[in-house]
């Protein structure tokens, strides 16, 4: 079965530094990994995507992620936060060799980013 | 262009009571999913329709049931509510191996 684990409940940073939220993942065969961002009372807005090619990815508003085959992770990354980058952000994982081709989701990590 | 539109936004229920909740896209997608989310846990796939006819049971389908009426509208039917059911759900779509998929703005659920 696959999983996703964000093992970070929220992650602090000063405006103008950079930002890591982690995501590691198990899947059986190969991994289409996202990240997608929630702001307050809306719903989950797709950011980046990696299926295959470049490890390192980059999405929308700056944002980039890097996939490590071998750690099994997908950890999103900024180098420089925002207040307005302030939210929910979830790891996801599809495992394009089962049927059905679900899409798991980690716990969610929030981002607080302080002026 | 709508996206991925749900009604209605919130809803109360007493334990028992049953209701629908209605999802649409505008965007010609095949695929269509029903999700709900608690604190801590992310998302949850409760069904899925992978194209207009047919639906699938996700990791958490137990009393609920859905209907794909046509490949734009995809509903969630709790028959009998119970407060464990109190959650916000989400509908999303997606086409056809674009592998990501768009959300609608959720439903509030609370069942008392």
């Known amino acids: 079965a696959q999983s996703v684990a964000q093992p970070e409940d929220q992650v602090n940073v000063a405006e103008g530094n950079p930002l890591t939220v982690k995501c590691t993942y198990s899947?059986?065969?190969?991994?289409?990994l996202f990240w997608y961002v929630q702001y307050p009372n809306r719903g989950l807005q797709f950011l980046l995507k990696?299926?295959?090619?470049?490890?390192l990815v980059k999405g929308s508003y700056g944002f980039e992620a890097e996939f490590n085959k071998s750690q099994t992770s997908f950890h999103l990354k900024k180098p420089s936060a925002l207040v307005s980058d302030s939210a929910l952000y979830f790891c996801?994982?599809?495992?394009?060799?089962?049927?059905?081709?679900?899409?798991?989701f980690g716990g969610g990590t929030r981002l607080m980013v302080k002026p | 262009n709508a996206g991925v539109t749900q009604t209605p936004k919130f809803q109360v229920l007493k334990t028992g009571q049953s209701m629908t909740l209605q999802c649409a896209q505008d965007?010609?997608?095949?695929?269509m999913y029903w999700y709900r989310q608690d604190p801590g846990m992310g998302l949850r796939l409760i069904y899925y329709?992978?194209?207009?006819?047919?639906?699938d049971k996700g990791e958490v389908p137990n009393g609920y049931n859905v209907s794909r009426l046509n490949k734009r509208e995809f509903s969630l039917r709790l028959e009998s509510a119970a407060p464990s059911q109190t959650s916000v759900y989400f509908c999303?779509?997606?086409?056809?191996?674009?592998?990501?998929?768009?959300f609608g703005p959720g439903t509030r659920l609370t069942v008392l």
């Open positions: 329709s992978a194209s207009e006819g047919t639906t």
């Open positions: 996801a994982v599809r495992d394009m060799k089962n049927a059905g081709n679900m899409l798991t």
């Open positions: 965007m010609n997608h095949n695929s």
């Open positions: 990696y299926i295959t090619g470049d490890n």
């Open positions: 999303a779509s997606s086409p056809v191996g674009f592998g990501w998929e768009f």
């Open positions: 899947v059986s065969g190969n991994p289409y």
